[in-house]
Structure formats: structure tokens, C-alpha cells
């Protein structure tokens, strides 16, 4: 497709979407937005697809935000409705039954880095910033940026990075838990593809399970999660690979998952 706004490329198992609006550092307009839904879900309905890194074309930017020019106009109800598709898109990422990482290539701005908190894993180059600029716009998070940053890093990180506006480097990212690992940037590929290649060679059923135990803890008290992942451990041992890795390792050999 001439127009996309995505480019998507299989490595084995492992699908990289990237967002392809380099000279608006890949700012999400509304085609943008519905065009990642469609995207993961044909991840999702792809059995090959077992992995999925998203990440921003260019040197510059992962994203730079959801984008200015295309929300300068809006109405209250136009943008209500902005903020919803973009929320729909991001709870889909976050709900994708594989294991989603962004690799964090540069800036990661408003929209951007509430992408990047839906994905299950964040890998930032050295060179990135991410925060919620929004107020200096006269706006707030939309996309879900208040919400997701107050249960990813807490209440002060919260509302200093919404409140001031003001991004934080790769490594302050890291101490407030924002991103799991920091890179040097020449290395960013190597190593996002590293992780996603071990996360491809993983049990996906029981990786499916991890995610939907996490997902639901997050929203639910301790005794209803708790009893949610009894259910989810119960169920794993429906697998074929559950069969597989525990035998592999009574027989002390490298368990080979299939999905099953
Ligand atoms: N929406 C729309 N366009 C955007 C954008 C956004 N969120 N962020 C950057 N762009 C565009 C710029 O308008 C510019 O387009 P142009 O060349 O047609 O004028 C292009 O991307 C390059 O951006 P520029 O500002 O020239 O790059 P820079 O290196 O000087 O600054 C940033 C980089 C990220 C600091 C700056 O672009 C910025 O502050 N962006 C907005 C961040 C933001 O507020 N995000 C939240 C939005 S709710």
C-alpha cells in the first residue's frame, strides 16, 4: 500500500510495524491511528506472528505526539472522538494476547509515549526522551496518559512529567520505570531483536496467559487476580507445550515450543 502510514516487515517470527510519518516524526493522525488497529489485529490473527515490535521511522522520534496540526481544529465533540479512537487503538495494543516492545528510537512525546506504556515492554535508545507536553498546548493526555502513567510510575512521576510538560532522558525514564532497558542507540536494533527473538522462541500460550494475568491484576483486586491466575495456571496444562518444556527438562535438552 503506496499510502500507508506503516511499514511492516516479518522477521521469522517477529513482525515489526513501523510508523512511517518520518517528516512529522511520525505524529498519529487519525489514518495513523486506525491503520495501527489494523495492523495488530492482523498480528494477532497471524499464527506466524508470534512477536511484535512497534517502532518510528527516521532517526529522530518513536512519535512525537498525536498530531497538532490535524487536532488544532477540532470541536469538543471531534475531539472526544479523537481521543476515543486514539484510546481504542492503544487499549487493542495493550490487549494483544503476544508480547508487544516498543523500541523507543528517539522522542516518545504525548501519544507517543502512551503508545509506548501499552506495549508490554519498552526499549529506549540512549538519545530518547519521553514525556506528556500536552499542557504546554493547552491540553491534557487523551490517549490515556494520565491513567496509564500513574499506574506505570506512580502518582508524583505522574504529575510532574503532565503537569510541567517537560520530557525526561532515556536513563530518568529508566529509574521511574517508564522503560525496562536503555541501550546505546547503534545497538537498539540488535537488542530489541534479541529480546523479541527469545520471546518468539517461548512457550506463546503460556506467554498469553502471563499477559492476560497481568492485564486483568492491573484492574482488579489482589484475591480476584490471584484466583484469576489459578484458572490461568490450570489452564496450561492443556498444552502440548507445557507437556513439552517440562519434559525437555527431565530430559535435559532444549524444549522446542509450537504454540499447541
Ligand atoms: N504533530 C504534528 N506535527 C508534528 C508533531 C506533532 N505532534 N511533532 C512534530 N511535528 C512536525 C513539525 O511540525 C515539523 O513539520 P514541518 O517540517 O512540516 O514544519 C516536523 O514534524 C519536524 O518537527 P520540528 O519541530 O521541526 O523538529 P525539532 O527537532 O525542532 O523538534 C520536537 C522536535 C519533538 C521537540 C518538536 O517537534 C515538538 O515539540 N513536537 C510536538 C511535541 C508535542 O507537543 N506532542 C504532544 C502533542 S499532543
Given at each position: 500500500m503506496p499510502d500507508s502510514p506503516l511499514l511492516t516487515a516479518d522477521h521469522g517470527a517477529v513482525r515489526v510495524i513501523t510508523i512511517n510519518r518520518p517528516d512529522k516524526l511520525n505524529a498519529l493522525n487519525a489514518a495513523t491511528l486506525d491503520a495501527l488497529h489494523a495492523a495488530f489485529d492482523a498480528a494477532e490473527r497471524?499464527?506466524?506472528?508470534?512477536v511484535v515490535i512497534l517502532t518510528g521511522a527516521g532517526?529522530?522520534?518513536?512519535v512525537a505526539g498525536a498530531d497538532i496540526a490535524e487536532m488544532a481544529g477540532l470541536t469538543p465533540v471531534q475531539g472526544r472522538d479523537f481521543s476515543q479512537r486514539g484510546q481504542r487503538m492503544m487499549r487493542r495494543v495493550e490487549r494483544m494476547p503476544k508480547p508487544v516492545i516498543a523500541m523507543v528510537n528517539g522522542f516518545a512525546l504525548g501519544g507517543g509515549l502512551e503508545l509506548a506504556m501499552c506495549c508490554h515492554l519498552r526499549i529506549a535508545a540512549d538519545t530518547a526522551k519521553v514525556g506528556q507536553p500536552e499542557i504546554n498546548l493547552g491540553l491534557i493526555p487523551g490517549f490515556g496518559g494520565t491513567q496509564r502513567l500513574l499506574r506505570l510510575a506512580g502518582r508524583a512521576a505522574a504529575l510532574e512529567l503532565c503537569l510541567t510538560g517537560t520530557p525526561v532522558d532515556a536513563l530518568r525514564a529508566r529509574q521511574l520505570g517508564l522503560v525496562n532497558r536503555v541501550v546505546p542507540a547503534a545497538e537498539l536494533e540488535t537488542e530489541t531483536m534479541q529480546l523479541a527473538t527469545q520471546l518468539a522462541n517461548a512457550a506463546p500460550l503460556a506467554l498469553r496467559g502471563i499477559l492476560d494475568c497481568v492485564n486483568v491484576g492491573g484492574e482488579c483486586g489482589i484475591e480476584q487476580g490471584l484466583e484469576y491466575e489459578t484458572t490461568q495456571f490450570g489452564l496450561v496444562f492443556s498444552t502440548g507445550d507445557m507437556r513439552e518444556g517440562t519434559q525437555a527438562f527431565l530430559e535435559r535438552r532444549k524444549p522446542e515450543f509450537s504454540g499447541s
Amino acid at each position: 500500500m503506496p499510502d500507508s502510514p506503516l511499514l511492516t516487515a516479518d522477521h521469522g517470527a517477529v513482525r515489526v510495524i513501523t510508523i512511517n510519518r518520518p517528516d512529522k516524526l511520525n505524529a498519529l493522525n487519525a489514518a495513523t491511528l486506525d491503520a495501527l488497529h489494523a495492523a495488530f489485529d492482523a498480528a494477532e490473527r497471524d499464527d506466524a506472528v508470534r512477536v511484535v515490535i512497534l517502532t518510528g521511522a527516521g532517526p529522530k522520534a518513536f512519535v512525537a505526539g498525536a498530531d497538532i496540526a490535524e487536532m488544532a481544529g477540532l470541536t469538543p465533540v471531534q475531539g472526544r472522538d479523537f481521543s476515543q479512537r486514539g484510546q481504542r487503538m492503544m487499549r487493542r495494543v495493550e490487549r494483544m494476547p503476544k508480547p508487544v516492545i516498543a523500541m523507543v528510537n528517539g522522542f516518545a512525546l504525548g501519544g507517543g509515549l502512551e503508545l509506548a506504556m501499552c506495549c508490554h515492554l519498552r526499549i529506549a535508545a540512549d538519545t530518547a526522551k519521553v514525556g506528556q507536553p500536552e499542557i504546554n498546548l493547552g491540553l491534557i493526555p487523551g490517549f490515556g496518559g494520565t491513567q496509564r502513567l500513574l499506574r506505570l510510575a506512580g502518582r508524583a512521576a505522574a504529575l510532574e512529567l503532565c503537569l510541567t510538560g517537560t520530557p525526561v532522558d532515556a536513563l530518568r525514564a529508566r529509574q521511574l520505570g517508564l522503560v525496562n532497558r536503555v541501550v546505546p542507540a547503534a545497538e537498539l536494533e540488535t537488542e530489541t531483536m534479541q529480546l523479541a527473538t527469545q520471546l518468539a522462541n517461548a512457550a506463546p500460550l503460556a506467554l498469553r496467559g502471563i499477559l492476560d494475568c497481568v492485564n486483568v491484576g492491573g484492574e482488579c483486586g489482589i484475591e480476584q487476580g490471584l484466583e484469576y491466575e489459578t484458572t490461568q495456571f490450570g489452564l496450561v496444562f492443556s498444552t502440548g507445550d507445557m507437556r513439552e518444556g517440562t519434559q525437555a527438562f527431565l530430559e535435559r535438552r532444549k524444549p522446542e515450543f509450537s504454540g499447541s
